[in-house]
């Protein structure tokens, strides 16, 4: 399933593949445009489109930058892209007094609450963005919660991921020199141990991914189902040379020991996560724009990613997209502690006496092809793999932003 902005009129499109049919143009369906706003659709702009594993539900986001309609919309597919919803408005950013809100990323919990992170646009490029914002939805899209002001400032890149608990990982980028990328994250609490108490969650400090500063354009964020996030992007490595880097997440759940030990600890308790050392695979190419994607299939633990590269010849600056992948560990909930439908999260809550997380990247590897596998070598295999990542986990996800223009425009011209 893909999603793209036509980079002509600002039309949201989409259209599907089976699997054995994505790598040839002629597999995919006819584009058909995503449903917008009942007044002037406007521009829309950086689409995400993402699967439920549990239902096989679609849902698709992105933004209309002008116009009256303009603000953040939603719709969904239960019947895997045959019709779609009316597009529900996420957030109004002409009654907000906003000149725009762009680049919105969304992300579905195990309970089915939608999450969404964007950016306040200005539309101007000599004027950076004004911040980050957060909202989630417990009803499907029906009624959202007061967006919340994650980061006021000159930010990009903002995104969105949720963890096998309900808890909620917000990332985003500085834009102003110097580059710096932060997160934030919102334990999830359940009843489900059944002891009749709901515990909402809350924001903990904001804390610097020091690890990653060098990086251009947005990060890949890709969760393992449960209590794992993995984060890759293109970056350098310690000795200044371009390099895919890839950092690890995990958070501990804690249960209570007995039912009859306090009444705090009558409750699944998730309040506690690092992040492991920086893992560093040097490219022999540098990267080439804000081209990286990945996805994890859980079951076999094996995470893939794609990037994009630039050579430079006398005659002309030939970008290709590259694969890669490789085992990693993944984390596993007992089915005993997992979240159930009565559970309510608030992570809109600011949690008053969490001590704040703090990044610790560790040293970069050797660059010896140790952590990733090699790419193929330049005049080898085909350069250029359609981005269709298949993930078992939370959600089967393509991006298509970079590229979706292009495609479209060889595909219908």
């Known amino acids: 399933h893909a999603v793209w902005r036509d980079s002509v009129d600002g039309q949201i499109w989409y259209s599907r593949a089976y699997l054995q049919d994505a790598y040839s143009m002629g597999g995919w369906e006819e584009p058909r445009a995503l449903p917008g706003p009942a007044s002037d659709i406007g521009v829309g702009s950086w689409p995400q489109i993402i699967a439920t594993e549990s239902d096989g539900v679609l849902h698709a986001i992105y933004a209309v930058l002008v116009n009256e309609g303009r603000g ?10 045959v019709t779609w919803s009316d597009a529900m408005q996420v957030f109004d950013a002409e009654g907000a007094g906003w000149v725009a809100a762009d ?45 919340l002001s994650v980061a006021e400032g000159a930010f990009t890149w903002p995104d969105v991921v949720a963890d096998g608990m309900g808890g909620v990982h917000l990332f985003w980028s500085q834009a102003s020199a110097p580059r710096s990328w932060w997160h934030q ?24 991914l020091s690890g990653f500063s060098d990086s251009e354009g947005p990060l890949a964020i890709a969760s393992d189902g449960a209590l794992g996030i993995h984060a890759l992007g293109l970056g350098l490595d310690s000795a200044g040379e371009p390099a895919l880097l890839h950092q690890t997440w995990s958070s501990i759940v804690e249960a209570p020991a007995s039912e009859a030990d306090t009444a705090d600890q009558q409750a699944v308790v998730q309040a506690n996560g690092k992040w492991e050392g920086l893992e560093t695979y040097r490219l022999a190419r540098v990267p080439y724009g804000a081209g990286v994607a990945a996805a994890l299939e859980a079951s076999s633990g094996r995470l893939d990613v794609l990037y994009r590269t630039t050579a430079s010849s006398i005659d002309e600056t030939q970008a290709s997209l590259w694969h890669t992948s490789r085992l990693v560990s993944v984390t596993a909930l007992d089915p005993e502690l997992q979240p159930t439908a009565e559970a309510v999260v608030d992570p809109t809550a600011v949690a008053e006496t969490t001590e704040p997380v703090t990044a ?9 092809g140790s952590v990733f596998a090699s790419a193929p070598a330049p005049g080898g295999q085909s ?24 495609l479209y425009a060889k595909w219908r011209g």
């Open 360 to 368: 610790t990247p560790g040293a970069a590897s050797s660059g010896d």
């Open 72 to 81: 953040i919309y939603y719709t969904t597919s239960a019947d895997a892209g």
């Open 103 to 147: 680049y919105p990323r969304l992300a579905v919990d195990p309970l089915g609450t939608l999450h969404v992170a964007w950016i306040r646009a200005t539309l101007s490029a000599d004027v950076p963005s004004q911040g980050v914002y957060y909202a989630y939805s417990s009803d499907g899209a029906q009624t959202w919660s007061a967006p």
């Open 383 to 406: 350069s250029m793999v359609l981005p269709l990542l298949v993930s078992a986990g939370l959600a089967a996800v393509i991006v298509v932003g970079v590229f979706g223009g292009r």
């Open 185 to 208: 994250w919102s334990p999830g609490t359940s009843d489900a141990l059944g002891v009749g108490r709901e515990v909402p969650g809350g924001w903990v400090r904001a804390a610097r």
